[in-house]
């Protein structure tokens, strides 16, 4: 199709029975914050469940399946490890979906600067970095753990969203959705 002009400024409309004339409307768009890249494809098809970082309470029964062989307790919860890692300047999204879960087990869903003990107790887990857990009401941070309990936030069939931005080494964000 040809090209067409710019569009003719808006006219704001007299209001109904008001005696004011139309005048021109600029609209300006340099405000909006430009939109943030698309995650590393690469590096998301790349991750993998990693049964060398894998705790005796969970198996990876394939490269993207973890199944949960018996309920954690507050003095051991199962941890795996995403290979390989996530690397400094990467924007990563991962994608979870639960299919089923023993008994009221809680889920900690998370990152962490570096690896940690793949047994940890439920406190530990939420000091050592950002994490949701299924009975809390936010998401823990790195050395603040959220201390408000909930109702579940995800159950059986919930897919969770893992969203994990490395581009600044200054300000790491993580998202969960």
Same mark, same amino acid.
């Given at each position: 199709? +040809? ?6 400024? @808006? %006219?704001?409309? $007299?209001?109904?029975? =008001? ?5 021109? /409307? ?12 698309? +995650? ?6 790349? @991750? %993998?469940?990693? $049964?060398?970082?894998? =705790? ?5 029964? /394939? ?115």
């Amino acid at each position: 199709s +040809p090209s067409q002009g710019p569009a003719p400024p @808006l %006219q704001q409309l $007299p209001r109904h029975g =008001s005696r004011e004339a139309s005048a021109p /409307a600029t609209a300006h768009t340099s405000g909006f914050p430009s939109l943030p890249p698309p +995650p590393d494809k690469a590096a998301t098809r790349n @991750l %993998q469940f990693d $049964p060398c970082g894998c =705790s005796a309470l969970l198996e990876v029964s /394939a490269p993207n399946c973890l199944r949960c062989l018996t309920n954690a307790t507050r003095t051991s919860q199962g941890v795996c490890f995403l290979d390989p890692p996530i690397e400094q300047g990467q924007l990563v999204e991962v994608r979870f979906r639960f299919d089923n879960k023993p008994g009221r087990m809680r889920y900690f869903l998370g990152v962490a600067r570096k690896r940690f003990a793949s047994d940890a107790c439920d406190a530990d887990l939420r000091r050592v970095g950002w994490s949701i857990e299924n009975l809390y009401a936010s998401p823990h941070s790195e050395g603040l753990a959220c201390t408000s309990k909930a109702a579940p936030i995800f159950h059986t069939g919930s897919i969770v969203t893992l969203a994990v931005d490395l581009r600044d080494s200054q300000k790491p964000e993580v998202r969960f959705s």
